[in-house]
């Protein structure tokens, strides 16, 4: 598949679930982003921005298969991967897949269930497999986990461990309609929602296809480096207690070929760079301090306007 092509379809896709989700195209562009390059995505926003819709349409629209589990502090880990059954009349063991066998699963209010459930997704997240009873088996490809949880509440929650944050490619806030997109909203869905009749225009083997295309899209020396400079200023110990890992500055330069790819190119720019650093890498900053008021998102803003982006020469 050519460059162009990824393009097309990453063009197809967005449109598709702008049928549904409305005002949302930067968010279902790092979305998509993020399903190609292999990272997963936690929304966090407040109930009712439609975190559930935009999960079902991307599915809709790749033809994939959709799964969703509600977190709930009784959720057990076999509820999400699968246990092993005794089939009686055939005197064996059998494993019975869990939901989260599929292409995209929504993890609902991921920090309502506890650590023990939570970390049941670690393998999945990581090394895309599932293992019980002695056996191995592969998860569907492509595979993609949107967790969501709600920033405001936290009774009751157990709050995700920094390991478990450092695996979310991703974190997001699709945040509120303006007056214009609200209006746009209800009168799409006034009768009834498009997301019933919402068809596939795409299938999970192109969105697979169009992966495999990732690798070769080029990243310079100079990139690089200004990757590794925004994590390192990142880890400043007068002001960070916990900084981008090792896995944060892979993550970033695959999330940047990636949205490289979907904007049509085979070279990723600094502002592909740019445009991810604070949704890739502020969930992974702890600050000190917390009553100076600055948030990480702010922190990586900062380091931005400082950190210099190589330029190319003029002659």
């Not at 990824?6 to 790092?30: P, Q």
């Not at 929304?43 to 999960?55: F, I, R, S, Y």
């Not at 993550?251 to 490289?260: E, I, K, P, T, V």
Request: hydrophobic share 40%.
């Amino acid at each position: 598949m050519e460059y162009s092509d990824v393009k097309k379809l990453a063009d197809r896709i967005i449109g598709n679930i702008g049928k549904v989700m409305i005002g949302k195209k930067e968010t279902v562009e790092l979305l998509l982003s993020a399903m190609l390059c292999g990272g997963h995505v936690l929304l966090e926003d407040v109930p009712g921005t439609g975190k559930t819709t935009l999960a079902k349409a991307l599915a809709a629209s790749i033809d994939g298969k959709f799964e969703r589990i509600q977190f709930t502090p009784d959720l057990l880990p076999a509820d999400v991967t699968g246990t092993m059954v005794y089939r009686q009349h055939e005197g064996r063991f059998e494993f019975v897949k869990g939901p989260v066998f599929c292409q995209v699963l929504l993890a609902d209010e991921i920090n309502r269930a506890t650590p023990r459930t939570q970390s049941a997704l670690l393998e999945c997240m990581e090394e895309r497999q599932v293992t019980g009873g002695g056996t191995t088996w592969p998860l569907e490809k492509p595979f993609l986990v949107i967790a969501t949880q709600n920033p405001v509440e936290s009774q009751g929650t157990f709050p995700l461990p920094e390991a478990q944050i450092d695996r979310f490619l991703l974190r997001l806030t699709p945040g509120y309609p303006d007056a214009e997109e609200s209006l746009q909203m209800m009168r799409r869905f006034s009768a009834q929602s498009p997301l019933e009749t919402l068809a596939p225009v795409a299938s999970s083997a192109e969105a697979e296809e169009a992966a495999q295309c990732l690798p070769e899209c080029r990243v310079s020396d100079d990139l690089l480096r200004y990757i590794i400079a925004l994590c390192e200023a990142a880890r400043d110990p007068e002001r960070v207690s916990l900084g981008p890992s090792p896995r944060a500055m892979l993550m970033l330069m695959r999330a940047s070929r990636a949205l490289a790819a979907v904007r049509g190119r085979d070279y990723v720019i600094p502002d592909d760079v740019k445009h991810l650093a604070v949704p890739s890498l502020a969930h992974r900053i702890v600050m000190r301090g917390y009553g100076t008021g600055q948030d990480s998102a702010s922190f990586v803003r900062e380091l931005l306007e400082k950190v210099p982006a190589p330029t190319e020469e003029r002659t």
